[in-house]
């Protein structure tokens, strides 16, 4: 079945740097999204791209796509203590009635 | 605006017993989900609703799951007898529209503990 796989697992920095997280999945898709979870809170919607899309931005969050490598990636720029939190990337497929698919997650750890 | 709402917070049962987990979307949305993590994996999507009616089950994990939306408002969520391996936090999302836009909002999520 899809599904979106996050890399890295768990990611450590420093305040201000900047924090990669990539995303890849199986099939091909309608859109991918990524959403944010705070510590024992709901996921919150991020930002959306869409499979016509290659770049998007959103304040300090640039999203990219590769639909020819079925991946993505999801950088979050100087970063806060805030950002600390658990990152999904999520995909729904391109044809017929099918839920959103979420990975693991990436575990984000900024430091201030 | 309330946003969607999830009750209980945390449950903790012994095995065997019923549990019934309830969600209130966002007024207006029609499209109702459920999903589960169990701790360290993804997050799994149990089912969705359209208004009253299971338009996707196919993540329900047994018969022991039984999800209704009587009425297409506020869903609940039964596990009956429940195992150890239900354990993980139940969350619900809503949507207005699952087409293109296909944003969902989440619950907090409820976290259930089979002992």
């Known amino acids: 079945s899809q599904q979106g796989e996050e890399d890295p697992q768990a990611l450590s920095i420093q305040e201000g740097e900047n924090a990669t997280m990539n995303c890849s999945y199986k099939t091909s898709i309608n859109n991918l999204q990524w959403y944010r979870q705070n510590s024992g809170r709901g996921l919150v919607h991020l930002i959306l791209i869409r499979s016509n899309e290659r770049e998007k931005h959103s304040g300090r969050l640039r999203v990219t796509l590769d639909t020819s490598k079925k991946s993505s990636s999801l950088l979050i720029t100087a970063s806060r203590a805030a950002d600390t939190a658990s990152y999904f990337c999520?995909?729904?497929?391109?044809?017929?009635?099918?839920?959103?698919?979420f990975g693991k997650g990436t575990r984000l750890s900024v430091i201030a | 605006e309330a946003g969607v709402t999830q009750f209980p917070s945390h449950s903790v049962i012994e095995k065997g017993q019923t549990v019934t987990l309830r969600c209130d979307p966002i007024?207006?949305?029609?499209?109702l989900y459920w999903y589960r993590r169990v701790m360290g994996k993804e997050i799994k999507f149990l089912l969705h609703f359209v208004k009253e009616s299971k338009q996707d089950e196919s993540g329900m994990p047994n018969n022991r799951f039984l999800a209704e939306r009587t009425g297409g408002t506020y869903s609940t969520l039964k596990v009956q007898p429940a195992e150890l391996e239900d354990s993980g936090v139940y969350f619900c999302a809503s949507s207005q529209d699952w087409g293109s836009s296909g944003e969902l909002f989440f619950g907090e999520g409820s976290r259930l503990t089979v002992l």
């Open positions: 007024s207006g949305h029609d499209n």
């Open positions: 999520a995909t729904r497929r391109r044809s017929g009635n099918t839920p959103l698919v």
